[in-house]
C-alpha cells in the first residue's frame, strides 16, 4: 500500500483525500499546506511546503499529489515543477469507478476521479486533473495541470492546452483547439478554437473582454 501526501489541506486536498480513503491499495499519509496547520480530515498536516523533502526523507509518505484548484493555476504548475526537480515522487490516481482504455497515457500527478470515461488514445499530461464525470473522447490530449470540473465532455481530436480550467459542463466539439490559459464558465460550448487565452462563456462560447473578469483570490483555498 502507497501512502500519499497531498499538497493543500484545503477543500480540493480534503476530496482528493476523500477518494483516495475509499480505494483499496491507497492511504493518505497527511498534508503539506503553508496556510492550515490542521486538517478537517483525520490525518495531520505534516507541515508546509518546504517541509517536503525532510519528510519525503524520513519515509513518512511515498509520493504526492497536488490538491491546488483553480483559482491558483500558476501556483499549482511551480509546486509541482519544483518538487518534481527535487526528486520527489508523484502518484498518479484513478477511481475504480472511472474507465479508462489501456491505449490511454497517463503523466505522473494525474488525478481521475468516479465516474470520467478516457476513451480510445485520450493523453493526459502531467498535473492534470479530471473532476467527476468527466468524459474525453478518442485521440484527445490535455495540456499539464490543467482542471476539468464536473461533467465537463470532450470530442474526439479535442486539444487543451497547458493551466486551463473547464467549467462545469462544458462541452467541445470535435477536433477543437484550446490553448493554454483558457477557462470556460458553466455550460459553455466551445464550437471553434479557443486561440487567445482568458475566459470563455455561453452557447456557442464567445471570449470575454479582460476588463469584466474578477481577479484571481490570494488566499490558497479552493475546490
Ligand atoms: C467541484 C467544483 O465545484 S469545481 C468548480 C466548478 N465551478 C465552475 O465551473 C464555475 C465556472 N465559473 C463561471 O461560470 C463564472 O461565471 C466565470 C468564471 C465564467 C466568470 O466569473 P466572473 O469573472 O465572476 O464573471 P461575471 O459573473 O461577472 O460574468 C461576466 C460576464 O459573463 C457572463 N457569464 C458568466 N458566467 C457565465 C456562464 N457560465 N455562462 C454564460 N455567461 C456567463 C455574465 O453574464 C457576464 O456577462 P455580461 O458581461 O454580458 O453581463
Known amino acids: 500500500m502507497k501512502r500519499t501526501a497531498i499538497i493543500g ?84 490516481f484513478v477511481h475504480p469507478a472511472a474507465y479508462v482504455d489501456v491505449s490511454a497515457v497517463l503523466a505522473p500527478g494525474v ?19 479530471l473532476y467527476t464525470g468527466c468524459i474525453v473522447a478518442h485521440d484527445s490530449a490535455i495540456g499539464s495541470h490543467t482542471i476539468m470540473g464536473p461533467g465537463v465532455r470532450l470530442a474526439g481530436r479535442v486539444r487543451i492546452g497547458e493551466r486551463c480550467f473547464l467549467g462545469v ?28 487565452s482568458g475566459t470563455y462563456v455561453g452557447v456557442p462560447a464567445r471570449r470575454l473582454p479582460a476588463h469584466s473578469i474578477a481577479p484571481e483570490s490570494d488566499s490558497l483555498e479552493s475546490c
Open 9 to 92: 489541506a484545503g477543500a480540493l486536498g480534503q476530496q482528493l483525500a476523500q477518494h483516495l480513503r475509499q480505494t483499496v491499495g491507497w492511504q493518505v499519509a497527511g498534508f503539506f499546506d503553508d496556510w492550515y496547520a490542521t486538517s478537517t480530515g483525520p490525518e495531520p498536516v505534516f507541515g508546509k511546503v518546504a517541509d517536503v523533502a525532510a519528510a519525503y526523507a524520513a519515509g513518512r509518505f511515498d509520493n504526492l499529489l497536488i490538491g491546488i484548484g483553480y483559482h491558483h493555476m500558476a501556483r499549482r504548475q511551480e509546486l509541482f515543477e519544483d518538487l518534481l526537480a527535487a526528486g520527489l515522487p508523484f502518484a498518479q
Open 169 to 196: 459542463g462544458t462541452t467541445i466539439i470535435d477536433s477543437r483547439t484550446v490553448v493554454a490559459d483558457v477557462r470556460t464558465g458553466g455550460g459553455a460550448v466551445l464550437i471553434h478554437d479557443a486561440d487567445a
Open 111 to 129: 488525478f481521475v476521479s468516479p465516474g470520467c470515461i478516457l476513451d480510445l488514445n485520450v493523453r493526459l499530461e502531467a498535473n492534470v486533473l
